[in-house]
């Protein structure tokens, strides 16, 4: 059974807003990760965070993480055109599982 | 960064034939690598869990005779989709990591069954 879901299935924003996705999980994790994919194309890792860790920042991107919630949030800034893709989460731990993922359409 | 490669990219094969598919972790060794496999616009679905040196470990409705699994060495494994059929057509990813640590992710291997 998927371990990572995503939240929302689908997001629909004018450029220059801010994109928030959600990710829970049900287990306990080492780290949780973010990736990107172009349609059609491979997976593109954008951050990493460790259980730790709370926040992590990586240019635009902005990704939390509540282990007492088991969930995560990456938020993308002044989103552009180029930001349209489907973002999954995934975590490491006792297992690896892959979220259901997010597809993010920036509007120009 | 860790680089984990596929090959091939793509790759269109006749029914009943068999493909094999290469994942190598280019710089660093592996003693884990998954097998997903991705429909058009859907999440990756987890096929097995391949350790260095035993035999994987298929998740539940994945036919073990059919999708055949060696994980040869810290840096290879390959799958090979013995006796294909149309509908074994996908993307085929694979990732490479440590045991509970960061995975890596190969760019895929599309396989068209004609």
């Known amino acids: 059974s998927q371990q990572g879901e995503e939240d929302p299935q689908a997001l629909s924003i004018q450029e220059g807003e801010n994109a928030t996705m959600n990710c829970s999980y049900k287990?306990?994790?080492?780290?949780l990760q973010w990736y990107r994919q172009n349609s059609g194309r491979g997976l593109v890792h954008l951050i990493l965070i460790r259980s730790n860790e709370r926040e992590k920042h990586s240019g635009r991107l902005r990704v939390t993480l509540d282990t007492s919630k088991k969930s995560s949030s990456l938020l993308i800034t002044a989103s552009r055109a180029a930001d349209t893709a489907s973002y999954f989460c995934?975590?490491?731990?006792?297992?690896?599982?892959f979220g259901t993922g997010t597809s993010l359409t920036v509007i120009p | 960064g860790a680089v984990v490669s596929q090959h091939p990219s793509w790759v269109i094969c006749k029914s009943g034939t068999s493909v094999k598919i290469e994942c190598r972790s280019l710089?660093?060794?592996?003693?884990?690598m998954f097998w997903y496999r991705q429909f058009p616009k859907q999440s990756l679905m987890l096929m097995a869990t391949?350790?260095?040196?035993?035999?994987?470990?298929?998740e539940q409705g994945v036919e073990k005779d059919k999708f055949l699994i060696n994980h040869a060495s810290l840096t290879l494994s390959t799958l090979t989709v013995t006796s294909a059929h149309p509908e074994d057509s996908s993307f085929y990813i694979c990732?490479?990591?440590?045991?509970?640590?960061?995975?890596?992710f190969g760019p895929g291997t599309r396989l068209t069954v004609t």
């Open positions: 287990t306990s994790i080492n780290n």
């Open positions: 391949s350790n260095e040196g035993s035999k994987a470990t298929y």
């Open positions: 995934a975590t490491s731990g006792n297992q690896f599982y």
């Open positions: 990732s490479a990591g440590m045991e509970g640590s960061e995975q890596y």
């Open positions: 710089d660093f060794q592996a003693t884990t």
